[in-house]
Nanobody, 124 residues
Framework: QVQLVESGGGLVQAGGSLRLSCSAS????????VGWFRQAPGKEREFVAAISWGGASTHYVDSVKGRFTISRDNAKNPVYLQMNSLKPEDTAVYYCAARRLGTATMSSYEYDYWGQGTQVTVSS
């Protein structure tokens, strides 16, 4: 069983930056594909970014391309989501997810494990 824990959320002004981290307890998830999703109040959960097990393949939703970067350091476990030039519309609870198959995917249905989420609030 893999337990995922997100950290790094908070309150930031528009134009600012945050770095989210996703760590796994219970076992290493260096061979897993990992994705970040977000859910704003009153909206459905949406895909943000994903990375393959080795980091060679990444995907982003169009609204964050050029602003967000997903990366991983398998030697140290975490997967990161660097968020720059934040906008109020980025406000949401951000979730980390992992899948045993190591490829990157945008579909939430293909992930096996989920974290509890971390709140990101961007003020205007």
């Amino acid at each position: 069983q893999v337990q995922l824990v997100e950290s790094g959320g908070g309150l930031v002004q528009a134009g600012g930056s945050l770095r989210l981290s996703c760590s796994a307890s219970g076992r290493t998830f260096s061979s897993y594909g990992v994705g970040w999703f977000r859910q704003a109040p009153g909206k459905e959960r949406e895909f943000v970014a994903a990375i393959s097990w080795g980091g060679a393949s990444t995907h982003y939703v169009d609204s964050v391309k050029g602003r967000f970067t997903i990366s991983r350091d398998n030697a140290k476990n975490p997967v990161y989501l660097q968020m720059n030039s934040l906008k109020p519309e980025d406000t949401a609870v951000y979730y980390c997810a992992a899948r045993r198959l190591g490829t990157a995917t945008m579909s939430s249905y293909e992930y096996d494990y989920w974290g509890q989420g971390t709140q990101v609030t961007v003020s205007s």
